[in-house]
């Protein structure tokens, strides 16, 4: 079988993630992690996309990770995403482990994305 090393071009790609937290370039993140084009960001998490709404132009799509599971969002989650897709900016909620994956896959083929992604 052929491998191929993935050139994430200066983007960062979730390395881990579980216990509370996640790891992104060596760097160990505990709580809620924002990841936009520049790298991480500071972010207080769910409902607040602020730091997602202020980058909007910069992805396509973001991808939302909820937790261990699919659950119920925050109130106030559905005015945010409606503000971000007012932009132009698709939203795709899934549970946090999920939306790792699907980030670090596009990440690799080059797409223009960001997460959102609560720990489990």
Same mark, same amino acid.
């Not at 579980?18 to 207080?44: C, D, K, N, S, Y």
């Not at 980058?55 to 261990?68: N, P, S």
């Given at each position: ?18 216990? %509370?937290? !996640?790891? +992104? ?7 809620? &992690?924002?990841?936009? /084009? *520049? @790298?991480?960001? $500071? ?13 909007? %132009?910069? !992805?396509? +799509? ?7 599971? &699919?659950?119920?969002? /925050? *109130? @106030?989650?559905? $005015? ?26 596009? &990440? ?7 997460? $959102?992604?609560?720990?489990?």
């Amino acid at each position: 079988m052929r491998t191929f090393e993935v050139s994430f071009d200066g983007r960062v790609p979730v390395d881990s993630y579980g216990e %509370g937290g !996640f790891r +992104v370039q060596g760097a160990v993140h505990t709580g809620p &992690l924002a990841l936009v /084009p *520049e @790298g991480v960001v $500071a972010w207080a998490g769910l409902p607040d996309l602020t730091p997602f709404l202020e980058r909007a %132009g910069a !992805f396509d +799509v973001l991808f939302v990770g909820t937790g261990a599971a &699919l659950g119920p969002l /925050p *109130e @106030g989650f559905a $005015a945010a995403r409606r503000a971000l897709e007012a932009t132009g900016a698709g939203v795709e909620i899934m549970a946090t482990p999920s939306a790792c994956r699907t980030y670090n896959v596009l &990440l690799g083929e080059g797409r223009r994305v960001a997460a $959102a992604l609560m720990p489990i």
